[in-house]
């Protein structure tokens, strides 16, 4: 069965610093999808980026960008110029045949200015 | 607005009295489906569904039923709660079955079981 293994159950940042938060997965797919949501504390989850297995090219959403490792089975998120607003807590998720997102167990991370 | 509605968003009840939470989403979605939050352990799927009267298991759905009679509503029912079904619980939905579309979830409900 697929797993999602993230590493760091807690993080913490100062404002304007950069930030990276680790992932592993495991899979025998070649063709799969990734996702990291943020779940603030009004625990809505919010989808964060994407990122396409065939796609070689690392996605990026403004400050939130990806470093994808197909064949270590990795994919961390970096959030560059780090706000107050981004306290969270991250999870990241597979794509599983299309019936479920498999979630890690989530890295809590905390911004101090 | 687009949205995925779940009530309640907190529930306190005791003891294998019957309690259903609702999942509507206004979307049209074809998927839906449940999971639930624990602490040190992620998101974990109870049930999904991928159309009308279409419903599957999902890793931990034991002491859950789940109905999908119209395509907008997805409701959990949990017949006899007990205390290890305190939990956080969101629904999701997508257009598709998963695929790089993106899980449109719930406000999440808090559940305690006492």
């Known amino acids: 069965a697929q797993t999602v293994t993230q590493s760091q159950p807690e993080m913490s940042v100062q404002e304007a610093e950069t930030v990276t938060l680790s992932c592993t997965y495991d899979t025998s797919e070649s063709d799969y999808y990734l996702f990291w949501y943020k779940q603030p504390p009004s625990r809505q989850m919010i989808l964060v980026i994407r990122q396409e297995a065939y796609k070689q090219q690392n996605a990026t959403e403004n400050r939130f960008s990806v470093n994808f490792q197909k064949a270590a089975k990795s994919f961390s998120l970096k959030i560059s110029d780090s706000q107050l607003g981004d306290a969270a807590m991250y999870f990241c998720?597979?794509?599983?045949?299309?019936?479920?997102?498999?979630f890690g167990k989530g890295t809590t991370l905390s911004v101090s200015s | 607005e687009a949205q995925v509605t779940q009530n309640p968003r907190y529930l306190i009840t005791v003891t294998g009295k019957k309690l259903t939470v609702t999942c509507s989403q206004n979307?049209?979605?074809?998927?839906m489906s449940w999971y639930r939050q624990d602490p040190g352990l992620g998101l974990r799927q109870i049930y999904y569904s991928m159309n009308v009267e279409v419903t599957d298991k999902g890793d931990v759905p034991e002491g859950y039923k789940v109905s999908r009679k119209e395509k907008r509503n997805f409701p959990l029912i949990l017949e006899s709660p007990s205390p290890n079904q305190t939990s956080l619980y969101f629904c999701?939905?997508?257009?598709?079955?998963?695929?790089?579309?993106?899980?449109?979830f719930g406000q999440g409900t808090r559940l305690t079981v006492v």
């Open positions: 999701a939905s997508s257009p598709i079955p998963l695929s790089n579309t993106e899980a449109f």
């Open positions: 979307m049209n979605h074809e998927y």
């Open positions: 998720a597979y794509n599983q045949a299309g019936t479920a997102l498999i």
